[in-house]
Nanobody
Framework: EVQLVESGGGLVQPGGSLRLSCKIA????????MAWFRQAPGKEREAVAY????????DYSASVKGRVTISKDIAARILYLQMNDLKPEDTAMYYC????????????????WGQGTQVTVCP
């Protein structure tokens, strides 16, 4: 497992933007996979975005595609999630995850998880 620490959440009005960060505490292999998930109260954890750590491949869930960008800084070991045009339904705890154990990146089957950062979107 690898330690992951998220930051950057907060309270924002609809239409606003936030950039979440996920600091990776130690070295991870270049072939690793990383993702952002979110979980609203009373709901299941939902996939948001995926990135291959050593490649240019990214993918997004339909609910955020076009509004969200996942990116990385390999040297600094930081994973980012830029979120624009935020909506109240984006309100959730956001988690970063590393090392998926399923061929389907949208399944919440990853070896390492952060503690989460809260995003709240309301007027």
């Amino acid at each position: 497992e690898v330690q992951l620490v998220e930051s950057g959440g907060g309270l924002v009005q609809p239409g606003g933007s936030l950039r979440l960060s996920c600091k990776i505490a130690e070295y991870i292999a270049i072939r690793s996979s990383m993702a952002w998930f979110r979980q609203a109260p009373g709901k299941e954890r939902e996939a948001v975005a995926y990135i291959a750590w050593g490649e240019s491949m990214t993918d997004y869930s339909a609910s955020v595609k076009g509004r969200v960008t996942i990116s990385k800084d390999i040297a600094a070991r930081i994973l980012y999630l830029q979120m624009n045009d935020l909506k109240p339904e984006d309100t959730a705890m956001y988690y970063c995850a590393a090392h998926r154990t399923s061929s389907d990146w949208t399944r919440a089957l990853y070896r390492s998880w952060g503690q989460g950062t809260q995003v709240t979107v309301c007027p």
